[in-house]
């Protein structure tokens, strides 16, 4: 199986789009969305220098915008992409990339949001001096302990060895005076404390403009930061994007969720690195491709079709499927169980696993056509559970 990642902010460097650029047909479609996005990206991604990218408001809508445009250039046919992808999933702000990619949103909703997501972090960011730190080593328990003992957020989990504190200054001078054993302290060069609370402001900016967007059910598995969930509602994506602003990044869960998938290549869109580079130390066994420059653009399809199968999801007009959040056992609600007929919200059952309980819910509702699993079974993420008919006509 395949999994295409996009990286979150921090992955840019200058000049990186340079190459890219060279491609009259890209250039076209950057100049587009830094229009909808009202920044000129393609300056910002040749010419600007690492400080300015580095702000908030400006390096959002580049990755962002990169990603999508660069996902055109490895699909030219979106089709091509529907048989070979398995599973999406961003960093942080790379969830727009993928919600966007699955066709949950429009790459202009997407654009739209991350520019004003970036300008209200960057705004929020400025009420109290803030930042970030990378713990890396140490013992995993230990690490989250000397966080949590001054008052600081795990705010992105990249998996054992690599955990973000994030707080404020005099927080994070603390933890510096009183580090966790054999683990080293490095701070991050970032405007505040991101995907804590310290973001709540721009929590609310985002929902404000999300209950205007218009969604789609994702074409692919799009894998949350937020718990390494698979989300399978068009709405829920759009949802946890908004709420993981101020919220810890799970990228450790996440690859949980690849590996239950057995999922056996990770391609990263550009700027890429990052996220191959965690994969390489955690997912032993699963080749990656770092998408960098356009020079790569047949190797990566060739990596495309060695690892891509069809997504489990399918788009007919008839009927919709309610897939299982992740890897568990599943237990059928009694009262969905000899439902003729499902409301919208409804719960099905629920989802135990070593971790928690989820509770399981058809979104849509809708008559019932077959139940795939039985009350007991062990279940895959993304595994198809229900199949329903929409009971108001073609979904």
């Not at 300056?43 to 702000?55: L, Q, S, V, W, Y």
């Not at 709540?200 to 969930?229: E, M, W, Y």
């Not at 003729?340 to 070593?354: Q, R």
């Amino acid at each position: 199986m395949l999994v295409i990642v996009a990286p979150g902010q921090g992955a840019q460097t200058p000049g990186f789009l340079g190459p890219w650029l060279e491609d009259p047909t890209f250039a076209e479609r950057i100049e587009w969305l830094g229009t909808v996005a009202g920044i000129d990206l393609a300056h910002h991604g040749t010419e600007a220098d690492a400080d300015t990218i580095r702000r908030t408001e400006i390096a959002q809508p580049l990755l962002v915008a990169t990603g999508l445009v660069a996902a055109l250039e490895l699909f030219p046919h979106p089709a091509d992409a529907f048989a070979r992808v398995g599973a999406v999933a961003g960093h942080s702000v790379g969830e727009l990339t993928a919600a966007a990619g699955a066709r949950a949103i429009t790459a202009e909703q997407a654009m739209v949001l991350v520019r004003e997501r970036g300008k209200a972090m960057a705004e929020a960011a400025a009420v109290t001096a803030t930042g970030m730190t990378a713990v890396l080593g140490g013992d995993r328990d230990e690490v989250l302990a000397a966080i949590d003992k001054h008052g600081l957020t795990p705010a992105n989990d990249n998996g054992p060895g690599q955990i973000v504190a994030a707080g404020t200054l005099e927080q994070l001078a603390a933890l510096a005076d009183e580090p966790p054993a054999k683990a080293r302290l490095t701070p991050l060069s970032v405007a505040g404390a991101f995907h804590t609370e310290h973001m709540q402001p721009a929590v609310a900016r985002l929902a404000q403009l999300a209950r205007a967007v218009s969604t789609h059910d994702p074409r692919f598995p799009v894998i949350s930061n937020k718990d390494g969930r698979v989300v399978h509602d068009g709405r829920d994506v759009v949802a946890r994007i908004v709420g993981q602003i101020a919220s810890p990044v799970r990228w450790d869960l996440c690859m949980d969720t690849m590996s239950d998938l057995r999922v056996t290549g990770i391609l990263e869109m550009p700027p890429a690195g990052t996220l191959t580079g965690i994969a390489k130390r955690n997912l032993k066994g699963v080749e990656t491709f770092a998408l960098k420059s356009p020079d790569q653009l047949d190797d990566a399809r060739d990596f495309c079709d060695k690892h891509g199968e069809s997504s489990a999801f399918d788009a007919s007009p008839t009927w919709r499927m309610v897939v299982s959040p992740g890897k568990g056992t599943f237990h059928l609600d009694e009262a969905a169980r000899d439902a003729v007929d499902l409301a919208p919200g409804a719960t099905i059952g629920d989802l135990a696993s070593s971790r928690d309980r989820t509770t399981v819910v058809a979104r849509h509702g809708g008559q019932v056509v077959e139940w795939l699993v039985e009350d007991g079974d062990l279940v895959s993420p993304g595994q198809p559970l229900v199949r329903l008919h929409p009971a108001g006509g073609p979904a």
